[in-house]
């Protein structure tokens, strides 16, 4: 289906070369075993390129611009009270860098509003095939070597450093290619239900009770958004046979993971709540109501991981650490970020566009990571600056006050074509 609209004009003729440069970065944000990745070195050079050729930036983000303005201007600002001055320095000068990546790929969506969201989850989804499968050799312990390299003590954490951000970065994949397969013709939804299996599996294995909880939540919001947003009663009718389909067939992959050698119990483990380290006396929670008394006392910040050097422990809630690096200022500013990035994905998401599928994932995907983000640090998790950048990118391409349009030419793509 497409909407009859004026395409803006084309800024400069590098566009190409910007599709392709949004493509390698996504297809390479997998592999982060080592710093700086090759997700840092393609996102550098995507910006420097498309913004220094003349790329515009589109006025619609410019509350996402100022809000990243304020969280870097006070952090450098934390960072001269750090008693480690260099370490706090080249924190937020990774926040800077991922900054300016989310503002590139919004305005990338702005230049190419027909191509650049489809690029983004193909790259997207070859980057987390690849990731899933390493995690679950390494899990499964099926290749030689794999164990050690892809897996931390047995929880899959693939082409990662951590299970528990290797896990959330499948989430948004996992989840479109659901989309897709309840929505494509029977031989692509062969294919693409077969990879969202693939990456369900490699979150399983994670062993991340915080990408268990998101997953649950982020599907479910997902699937009922989608069945809303379907006119179609018999779109609607296919929606809920293959949800049924596909959650047993999930189940039944569930129960043969558990029974593959150390998955069971690991999995007896981890299904808990909570585990000893969040609830005793020293543990993560304690260490949070201490973490505030801190922000109480220090209006203006104390500069990433003094927290963590003085008390022994990370506050692990980014919000927590937002307002220990960059004072209130910065701490609000980063609130405020979260609160504005949900609420213009409410408004694409409300929006008739033949990207609503997209809108759909990047809404409940965020939704969850902001929520996750209250037990857990997720200031440099790379995919979370994909999901502000995309969503603030879909919102750039909305139609206009005087109801123009740009022009899009298909409601769910298959990132395989």
Known sequence: MAVAVAAPIAQAPFIGLARFGLWLVLATSGLVYFEPAPFDLSAVALATGTLLLGMRIPGKIAPLVLLLAIILMFGLTGAMNATYVGEATKHITITAHLSVFAIVVASVFHLDPNRAPRLLIQGYVVAAVIAAAVGIDGALNLTAGAYDFASNLGRARGTFKDPNVFAPFLILPALYMTIHALRAPLLRAVGSGAVAVLLFAGIFLSFSRGAW???AVAGALSLILLVIFSANPLVRARILILTVTGAAALALLTVALVGQKGAGMMFKERFSLTQSYD????????NQRAA????????FGLGANEYARSSGLDPHSVYIKSFLMGGWP?????????IATLGVSVRTLLQPSPHRDLAIVLFSTFLVN????MVIDTD????????????????????????RQVKVTTACPNPAS
């Open 292 to 299: 505030i008394d801190v922000i109480l006392d220090k209006p």
């Open 370 to 373: 902001a929520l996750e983000g």
């Open 213 to 215: 909880g998101s997953v």
């Open 279 to 286: 609830v005793s006396g020293q543990g993560r929670f304690a």
């Open 380 to 403: 440099h998790w790379r995919h979370f600056y994909v999901l502000v950048g995309a969503i603030w990118g879909l919102y750039a391409i909305l139609p206009d006050s005087r109801g």
């Open 330 to 338: 910065g701490g609000i500013a980063y609130f405020l970020l979260i």
